[in-house]
């Protein structure tokens, strides 16, 4: 069993930058791609952030490419999402999210498709005023 606890949500005014982390055990952390979905209010999760195994591989919502990063540290079991220039439309519950990859994908491949995570975190709140 994994479990995920992510960190480092809050308020912060339009034009800033927030870092959330994503804490994993039960699991070494090079087995799992690491995702970052968002729900804001009223509307579905969505896909923001995918990393590979290796961190080699990573994929972005178009509505955050160029200012978020995702990043891993296996040996920390941490997983970050760098999120700069936040915008009002940003304001959402971030959750952070586990695919246990098998073998053979090899340490590259990562999924933007939420039904391929097996883990989830309970969520961190981002408000991101104007």
């Known amino acids: 069993q994994v479990q995920l606890v992510e960190s480092g949500g809050g308020l912060v005014q339009a034009g800033g930058s927030l870092r959330l982390s994503c804490a994993a055990s039960?699991?070494?952390?090079?087995?799992?791609?690491m995702d970052w979905f968002r729900q804001a209010p009223g509307k579905e999760r969505e896909f923001v952030a995918a990393?590979?195994?290796?961190?080699?591989?990573?994929n972005y919502a178009d509505s955050v490419k160029g200012r978020f990063t995702i990043s891993r540290d296996n040996v920390k079991n941490t997983v970050w999402l760098q999120m700069n220039s936040l915008k009002p439309e940003d304001t959402a519950v971030y959750y952070c999210?586990?695919?246990?990859?098998?073998?053979?994908?090899?340490?590259?491949?990562?999924?933007?498709?939420?039904?391929?995570?097996?883990?989830w975190g309970n969520g961190i709140l981002v408000t991101v005023s104007s």
């Open positions: 039960g699991r070494a952390l090079s087995s799992l791609g």
């Open positions: 990393i590979s195994r290796s961190g080699t591989g990573t």
């Open positions: 999210a586990a695919d246990v990859v098998p073998t053979h994908l090899g340490t590259s491949y990562y999924s933007s498709n939420p039904r391929n995570m097996d883990y």
